[in-house]
């Protein structure tokens, strides 16, 4: 509607006053409006910058300390394992993870062979950013070899799978059920049941542990996965070894008495 009434003013040269006024008006409106964007820029600047400090934080929390990963040899720092001296044994404590010193998740161990090596659990899957209380499951702590293969031990909150408290895992349901249920986190995608090849109910003193032979030719892991379970607490805890094709081969004999060595 401005321009419109500013159009004959401009059309006119008898009217020098009138067009002053209109190209100061002019002058006027252009000025507001970069001084309008300059300020909406500084708003949208400012938040980016109060955002990155909000967020800043989070990232160095959830940053594990280099005492969790050694990315050295576990031959070099952990004992023999007293049943097999031809393997080292690994046993976790409240300086391994942030939900064992909140008493989430109860000390766990197992053998590993000298030559392999902790690495570091990405921080979108570890349980650093959620303890005390997370609501779905996480990595603990990973082992690996890039000719042998792999192991990794997933907590998952117990309230996920029951709502009976302290429930044992013979009360959560058949094997079958569980691995339905915590399948994804063995192969790091998805699972499907025509790839359970053999499941077996293990007792060892008064806590009874699940266990899993799986073929999965589609699972980020890798094709062969061994997985065993129990429940003591408020969690779940599953232990995974996983390998390619080539690293099977090699290693099955090795990963098989990793599996069976786990207990919490």
């Not at 009217?15 to 300020?39: E, R, V």
């Not at 990963?69 to 031959?75: C, D, F, I, M, S």
């Not at 659990?121 to 609501?135: E, T």
Request: glycine residues 4%.
């Amino acid at each position: 509607m401005a321009t419109a009434s500013l159009t004959p003013i401009f059309s006119s040269p008898k009217s020098p006053l009138k067009t002053s006024k209109t190209t100061t008006l002019t002058t006027t409106t252009a000025t507001a409006t970069a001084t309008l964007d300059q300020h909406r820029n500084q708003v949208i600047l400012r938040r980016q910058i109060l955002k990155g400090l909000v967020l800043s934080p989070l990232i160095l929390i959830k940053e594990p300390p280099s005492s969790e990963a050694r990315e050295v040899e576990v031959g070099s720092y952990l004992p023999p394992s007293p049943s097999d001296p031809s393997f080292v044994l690994f046993k976790a404590s409240p300086k391994d993870t942030p939900a064992l010193r909140a008493g989430n998740v109860q000390p766990y161990q197992f053998i590993l062979p000298p030559s392999w090596k902790q690495t570091r659990v990405a921080n979108i899957l570890s349980g650093n950013y959620c303890q005390p209380k997370c609501a779905e499951p996480w990595v603990e702590v990973k082992f690996e070899d890039e000719k042998q293969g792999k192991v990794q031990v997933v907590a998952s909150p117990l309230i996920r799978l029951t709502n009976k408290p302290n429930a044992t895992i013979e009360e959560i349901g058949s094997p079958e059920k569980l691995i339905a249920s915590l399948g994804p986190f063995v192969t790091g995608n998805s699972y499907d049941p025509d790839e359970l090849l053999e499941t077996r109910i293990e007792k060892l003193g008064d806590q009874t542990y699940y266990k899993y032979v799986l073929e999965t030719p589609f699972a980020l892991t890798g094709t062969h996965n061994l997985a065993k379970a129990t429940a003591k607490g408020s969690t779940v805890v599953l232990f995974v070894a996983s390998a390619n094709d080539k690293q099977w081969q090699a290693s099955e004999k090795t990963l098989k008495a990793i599996l069976d060595s786990f207990q919490i």
